[in-house]
């Protein structure tokens, strides 16, 4: 594990105001603990009423997250990152994740939104923007902008587009015509912004996070399957060197330690949501050996199968949180 950053500190009172503003919508939405869908397409709230001992997991889509009060910490791979009020973590992949509220309480709760992105959107925009689409440097907290998930704090301007956005849950009849506007503007700060150059890579064909994509979607449709690297570099036209490399400055993992990580998530849901035993979910996921897959998943999880999804049954009763 790398050693945390601090989380953020609200740069000025104008943000400030903007983050009660923004909890108290948020709040308004989110009945449940867990996962809030809405009803604006590509927009999910998400409420903690308290802290969590054990880690949360999740497969995270490329999209835009935004914590409005609270605090998270995230594992990727090798990778920790603690992200507080208006942090903004972009996922140009999917990913992964390994997660745990860290500040949350009934009085104020952990709250976020996440706002799902689609490639299309993101080179749509770019090719209207032209030369205003200008390069940036380096996300400071990832050497190479290649990594597929970072976190910087957000602009007043992108929270106000995310506000304006979630508003619209109050105006349903607005919402078909609007929503699309607050989006567009989203991503059009983000785009701009500290986080654009993730954003970029994930829409232009030949970059190293669109071939990476592709590779990470043949992991996601056959994680079941044996896997060799040098078919899955065959696949992306790369070398089995330069996409070991490639993939791992993306995922912060290798291709086939990625796959084991999606085996042992999918098969942690199996055994949470559908009552599974360990063995039963281990087969399912495509391990040959109990044994082995018990080994592996309290060396991710850290508890054995059983004892861990007693665990969570404790602290996730409703669902996973994201």
Aim: with cysteine; charged share 25%.
């Amino acid at each position: 594990m790398t050693a945390r950053p601090p989380v953020h500190n609200l740069p000025d009172a104008d943000l400030d105001r903007l983050a009660k503003t923004l909890s108290r919508q948020i709040q308004k939405w989110t009945p449940n603990e867990g996962v809030n869908a809405t009803a604006i397409a590509g927009l999910d709230l998400f409420r903690a009423d308290s802290t969590t001992s054990c880690m949360g997991s999740s497969i995270y889509d490329p999209s835009l997250c935004l914590i409005a009060q609270g605090a998270k910490t995230i594992w990727l791979g090798d990778r920790e990152i603690d992200y507080g009020p208006l942090s903004c973590l972009v996922s140009s992949v999917h990913l992964p994740v390994l997660g745990k509220v860290t500040r949350a309480s009934p009085e104020e709760p952990y709250l976020g939104l996440k706002i799902t992105i689609e490639p299309q959107e993101v080179t749509d925009l770019m090719l209207e923007l032209g030369d205003a689409a200008l390069e940036i440097d380096d996300d400071p907290e990832c050497t190479e902008s290649a990594c597929g998930l970072g976190r910087v704090q957000a602009e007043k301007g992108q929270v106000e587009a995310m506000l304006r956005l979630l508003n619209l849950l109050d105006s349903p009849a607005d919402a078909p015509i609007l929503a699309p506007l607050a989006r567009r503007e989203i991503l059009y700060r983000a785009l701009t912004g500290e986080i654009g150059p993730r954003l970029r890579k994930l829409a232009v064909a030949d970059s190293q996070v669109h071939r990476i994509s592709k590779v990470i979607a043949v992991l996601k449709d056959r994680f079941t399957e044996p896997l060799r690297v040098r078919d899955l570099a065959d696949m992306a036209n790369m070398s089995e060197s330069s996409l070991f490399h490639s993939f791992k400055q993306v995922t912060r993992m290798s291709p086939l330690q990625f796959q084991k990580k999606l085996r042992l998530h999918e098969a942690r849901r199996l055994m949470l949501s559908e009552g599974l035993e360990a063995a039963t979910a281990s087969f399912r996921v495509g391990y040959e050996s109990p044994s082995h897959f018990s080994r592996e998943y309290s060396r991710l999880f850290g508890n054995p199968p059983r004892a861990d999804v007693v665990k969570l049954r404790g602290e996730y009763p409703e669902t996973a949180r994201a």
